[in-house]
């Protein structure tokens, strides 16, 4: 079964940092691109950050650009987010999604989601 | 930045009823516009895609259309299985959601 697993979540201070990792299975990993997805409680999707199959083109929304850092080990089939400077907008669910093009470019929707892993920025 | 705006945001409805959902693009997106239903404390779910594809294993109750800036969703016939809160999206330039409309009873 194709899936995506999120986790790294947690209650964090503002100004603290959070690494949020993806592990993949069911499918093969460095065919697809993949993406991060936030929501904020009670909120809509919001794109945050994607990576090709090769992680030569990762770009971030404005909100995160200078903050987070998105990643990818292809042998460990994962995907990371590393999140630095924190702040209380920054809290809501964070979803990790697979790029339905096959052939590992930036290019298309979001074909498989994970469950999400729940962020909390607060003192 | 592409905006994406949809409406309403809100709709109530019935089981049987035809539903129809608007989004629309700032800017010209061709077709690269993509629909997904959320319930609460679950993942989204890819409908739509290339604005009238429906993803495999979706009801043909669901389908898709526009190109452009404006683009439509519909469900034929609604269940009680399709309560919930429905997102369009473009990847023509990076990736933008719409507000999202919550279809309730």
């Known amino acids: 079964e194709v899936q995506l697993a999120e986790s790294g979540g947690g209650l964090v201070q503002p100004g603290s940092s959070l690494r949020l990792s993806c592990a993949a299975s069911g499918f093969t990993f460095d065919d697809y691109a993949l993406h991060w997805v936030r929501q904020a409680p009670g909120r809509g999707l919001e794109w945050v950050s994607s990576?090709?199959?090769?992680?030569?083109?990762?770009p971030y929304a404005d909100s995160v650009k200078g903050r987070f850092t998105i990643s990818r080990e292809n042998a460990k089939r994962s995907m990371f987010l590393q999140m630095n400077s924190l702040r209380s907008e920054d809290t809501g669910v964070y979803y990790c999604a697979r790029d339905s093009t096959y052939g590992g470019r930036l290019s298309g929707a979001f074909d498989i989601w994970g469950q999400g892993t729940m962020v909390t920025v607060s003192s | 930045d592409i905006q994406m705006t949809q409406s309403p945001s809100t709709l109530s409805a019935s089981v049987g009823d035809r539903v129809t959902i608007t989004c629309r693009a700032s800017?010209?997106?061709?077709?690269?516009l993509a629909w997904y239903q959320q319930k609460p404390g679950r993942a989204p779910k890819l409908l739509i895609y290339r604005a009238s594809t429906l993803e495999s294993g979706v009801p043909s109750r669901f389908s898709g259309s526009g190109s452009g800036t404006e683009f439509t969703l519909t469900i034929a016939s609604l269940q009680p299985d399709d309560f919930a809160t429905y997102y369009c999206q473009q990847y023509s330039i990076y990736w933008t959601f719409g507000q999202g409309t919550k279809v309730e009873i």
């Open positions: 990576i090709n199959w090769n992680s030569d083109n990762k």
């Open positions: 800017q010209t997106i061709s077709s690269y």
